[in-house]
Nanobody, 124 residues
């Protein structure tokens, strides 16, 4: 009922920046908050950041706070992730997700809607 499409990934040098976008469509009225997760080969999917769709509340993974910024444009049904000072360890597939509950935003299982993911590769 909710479709999510990520874009903006690519190859960047260490220290560079990327802005990821996530366009939501379908029955977006059910969405209460959205988040970004990432998954590197051989690792579990991990929380990056989340934002309330109708509010200003944001959460970040402690290790990323200060380098990454999450935002959204409700009029465009689009969420963004601005990534600055990228490091090789940031290399992963980045996924956007949406949820209709108020359960913990850091748990992937609490998000029923997911995008396909966009690859971010940071070279040293």
């Amino acid at each position: 009922q909710v479709q999510l499409v990520e874009s903006g990934g690519g190859l960047v040098e260490a220290g560079g920046s990327l802005r990821l976008s996530c366009a939501a469509s379908g029955r977006t009225g059910s969405v209460r908050s959205m988040g970004w997760f990432r998954q590197a080969p051989g690792k579990e999917r991990e929380f990056v950041a989340s934002i309330a769709w109708s509010g200003i509340t944001t959460l970040y993974a402690d290790s990323l706070k200060g380098r990454f910024t999450i935002s959204r444009d409700n009029a465009k049904n689009t969420m963004y992730l601005q990534m600055n000072s990228l490091k090789p360890e940031d290399t992963a597939v980045y996924y956007c997700a949406a949820r209709s509950t108020i359960l913990s935003p850091k748990i992937p299982a609490n998000y029923p809607y997911w995008g396909q993911g966009t690859q971010v590769t940071v070279s040293s």
